[in-house]
């Protein structure tokens, strides 16, 4: 298990599953507070000679917190700058597309 917190192996990390240098996260699960998918998004403004890219699979939850969503935006928003990393979130995913779907990343976050 990994810390969140505790990223520095990204900016040293080599892929063993794609050939452009790229380190491919997933994360899936419901996003919510709970969940802490902002602070994920704050770890990884440290990177800076790695290209990392983070997608997130799952629905925002709308009755926990209406401004999540709105938060986590803004988190990646100001991360725009950073050309060495991407964060999309992709949204809802049907569990059948699973194996489809992490097959394409070095890491999957659960949670």
């Known amino acids: 298990m990994l810390n969140i917190p ?6 040293s990390f080599i892929p063993y599953k794609n050939k452009d240098m790229e380190l491919r996260l997933a994360f899936m699960s419901r996003i919510s507070p709970k969940k802490n998918l902002h602070n994920l998004i704050d ?3 440290t990177v800076n000679n790695q ?3 983070l997608d997130t699979y799952g629905s925002f939850d709308i009755g926990e ?3 999540y ?5 803004q988190k990646i928003q100001m ?3 950073n050309k060495n990393l991407r964060i999309d979130l992709k949204g809802y995913y049907n ?3 699973f194996p489809e779907i992490i097959s394409k990343y070095d890491y999957l976050i659960i949670d």
């Open 69 to 73: 969503k709105i938060i986590c935006e």
């Open 51 to 53: 290209t990392v890219i």
């Open 65 to 67: 917190s209406r401004g």
């Open 43 to 45: 770890s990884l403004r």
């Open 6 to 11: 505790e990223l520095s192996f990204i900016n």
């Open 79 to 81: 991360l725009k700058f």
């Open 95 to 97: 569990h059948v597309q």
